[in-house]
């Protein structure tokens, strides 16, 4: 048990639907990061929060967006839902900012999101 | 051209032969990060390790070793006397800073398939 969790495990919707996914990152933990898996596009990166803050970018799509709340837990909030949006979406949480020492990251479980 | 290339599709190896994984890498930035990560059958995924581009050192942890290589942009990753629970899809990857201040790019590469058989 890696100390992330992420709610729902499984979520199925519909084309055109709004989603949010939770992350809750290992007590102490500041950066919380955002990955999707999918057959198509295989791993990617989102997006990096820090403390609250937007650190890092990267194919996370204008549709999509995040946040990082006071208590350090996140949501990823998709909308305007494709059937391309169908994918696993991963969590993890470091000590740390990325290319700092403290950046070994811990992996949720992950959330299956199904778009029909 | 940017990309990390993970030639080995599937590997399957007897329990205690020694594996290796390649990655080759392309960019032409100067600093840059190269990743590994391990994602067992269960699903989720487990960071392995991080390298900078400044740091050539090889390094191991117990039964796992990589092999850095700028000249050959290779960043291997060798499991030695491996065991049933290594089964798993490894993933490498490349992280850049991106064109725009405060962005990333990730590139991963597409994994290899290690099954150990008993």
């Known amino acids: 048990d890696s100390g992330v969790t992420q709610t729902p495990k499984h979520l199925i919707t519909a084309t055109g639907q709004r989603v949010t996914l939770r992350c809750s990152p290992r007590?102490?933990?500041?950066?919380v990061y955002w990955y999707q898996q999918s057959l198509d596009q295989g791993l990617q990166f989102l997006i990096q929060?820090?403390?609250?803050?937007?650190?890092a970018k990267g194919n996370i799509l204008e549709r999509f967006s995040a946040q990082q709340f006071p208590d350090l837990h996140s949501e990823l909030n998709l909308s305007s839902l494709e059937l391309g949006d169908s994918a696993l979406y991963f969590c993890?949480?470091?000590?740390?900012?990325?290319?700092?020492?403290?950046?070994?990251?811990?992996f949720g479980p992950g959330t299956r999101l199904l778009v029909l | 051209a940017q990309k990390v290339t993970q030639a080995q599709t599937e590997i399957s190896v007897v329990e205690k032969e020694d594996v290796t994984l390649d990655c080759v890498y392309e960019?032409?930035?100067?600093?840059?990060?190269l990743f590994w990560y391990k994602q067992p059958p269960s699903g989720e995924l487990v960071f392995l390790i991080r390298?900078?581009?400044?740091?050539?050192q090889n390094e191991i942890s117990g039964r796992y070793s990589w092999n850095f290589q700028k000249s050959t942009s290779s960043f291997n990753f060798t499991i030695t006397a491996s065991q049933v629970v290594d089964s798993a899809v490894y993933f490498c990857?490349?992280?850049?800073?991106?064109?725009?201040?405060?962005?990333?790019?990730?590139?991963f590469g597409t994994g290899t398939r290690l099954k150990v058989l008993a």
């Open positions: 960019t032409r930035d100067t600093t840059y990060y």
């Open positions: 929060y820090y403390n609250g803050e937007e650190r």
């Open positions: 007590s102490g933990d500041l950066s």
């Open positions: 990857a490349l992280r850049l800073l991106g064109s725009t201040s405060g962005t990333y790019k990730y590139i």
């Open positions: 993890a949480s470091s000590p740390g900012l990325a290319g700092g020492f403290q950046e070994t990251q811990y």
């Open positions: 390298r900078n581009s400044f740091d050539e």
